[in-house]
């Protein structure tokens, strides 16, 4: 049997420690019940991938202002929701995994279905896909906004969550102030990378004036965004050793933005493991733990990242998707009973952010709605 030790040895984070490298990271899900908190289908369907035996579930993008709410996304703007955010800790808890919780704020990224809100950006370029002209973000807004990624830290670590990352990646608000290509300012936040560094570092140093020292904060970018003028990878090479000196305990790498949106979430065709060369030129710098993710479905791909010391993490996002049990077969030497995810990105992709609805798989029909579909043995067999 085919034993998968680097995979499945255990790492620390900060002073969190994980049982193995499998990391299940944010990926929108469409299942926000009305008032913006998990619903019955997300607590059900995150429990999935923690009973499945993930390290880390990274739970999906959740707004931290009502200036960025969207029907369908998970918020935690406020204590009301303190109560369900803890339902659905307390169901990833139980069967070994970590909790962390991924905070974010759209920036000008954010979607049309958010009526009556002009979208905030570090400045009012709108974004190539959504086409919405954004109000270039004052002193005032800029502490309003990084007070409420604190608060939203706070209140995820109240309803037990081992940790956050924010979403500094893929055009979101974070993200928008690193970039060159959408920030544009003139003031401490804009220009050198430094500048463009500070909102970042002040919403960390906020996180950790609520939530201590002994609480992760991760981050996760775009190692390159793909667009002229924008992040490059020797730039973001640059800016990761000054975030892990800030005090950030583990970075996680993908790439793209909204303006090329298709390389997000990698179609069928791309390479394995795409980023993990990049990863690995960070991993020799930083003392911290660095994730790599990007189209990495295969856990024999996976150890051998690890195992070559390309990255301390996977990111196994559609792979999980596709067969929540995927580490536990992994583990036991079970790799013909896995559900492969053949990157079709139908009911991943095309189902959250084309049609509307909640997730689904076109391998895995219980996806979003595991708890109606789980096997119950008979009362009388």
Request: glycine share 10%; charged share 20%; aromatic share 4%.
């Amino acid at each position: 049997m085919t034993k998968l030790k680097h995979l499945f040895s255990p790492i620390s984070i900060g002073a969190m420690e994980l049982r193995n490298r499998i990391v299940m990271p944010a990926m929108g899900s469409n299942q926000a019940s009305r008032d913006h908190g998990p619903s019955d289908a997300a607590i059900g369907y995150y429990a999935a991938r923690a009973k499945g035996g993930a390290g880390l579930i990274i739970v999906e993008i959740t707004s931290v202002h009502a200036t960025t709410r969207v029907p369908g996304v998970l918020a935690i703007d406020d204590d009301c929701l303190i109560p369900r955010w803890t339902q659905l800790a307390r169901a990833i808890h139980p069967h070994g995994a970590k909790a962390w919780l991924q905070l974010a704020h759209q920036g000008r990224q954010l979607a049309g279905a958010a009526k009556g809100i002009q979208p905030l950006a570090a400045s009012a370029i709108p974004c190539p896909m959504m086409k919405r002209l954004p109000k270039e973000m004052t002193a005032e807004d800029i502490e309003m906004i990084v007070a409420s990624f604190g608060e939203a830290a706070r209140r995820a670590r109240e309803a037990g969550f081992d940790g956050v990352e924010l979403h500094g990646a893929h055009g979101y608000l974070i993200c928008n102030f690193l970039s060159p290509l959408s920030n544009k300012r003139t003031d401490e936040y804009g220009g050198s990378i430094a500048n463009r560094l500070r909102f970042a570092l002040e919403i960390l140093d906020r996180i950790r004036a609520r939530c201590g020292r002994d609480f992760p904060v991760g981050i996760r970018l775009s190692c390159s965004e793909l667009s002229s003028g924008g992040l490059t990878p020797e730039e973001v090479e640059v800016m990761c050793p000054i975030l892990a000196g800030a005090g950030f305990d583990a970075i996680s790498i993908s790439r793209a933005n909204y303006g090329t949106f298709r390389w997000i979430i990698p179609p069928a065709g791309t390479a394995p493991g795409v980023l993990a060369p990049y990863t690995e030129r960070l991993k020799k710098v930083l003392g911290i733990p660095v994730m790599v993710a990007h189209k990495i479905q295969d856990p024999l791909v996976a150890e051998h990242i690890i195992a070559q010391g390309q990255a301390d993490l996977v990111c196994m996002g559609r792979a999980l998707i596709a067969d929540p049990d995927l580490p536990n077969k992994a583990a036991a030497g079970r790799f013909d009973d896995i559900i492969p995810c053949i990157a079709c990105n139908q009911g991943c992709l095309r189902m959250v952010y084309v049609e509307g609805r909640h997730i689904s798989c076109m391998l895995n029909r219980t996806v979003g709605e595991e708890q109606e579909m789980a096997l119950v043995p008979a009362a009388t067999a």
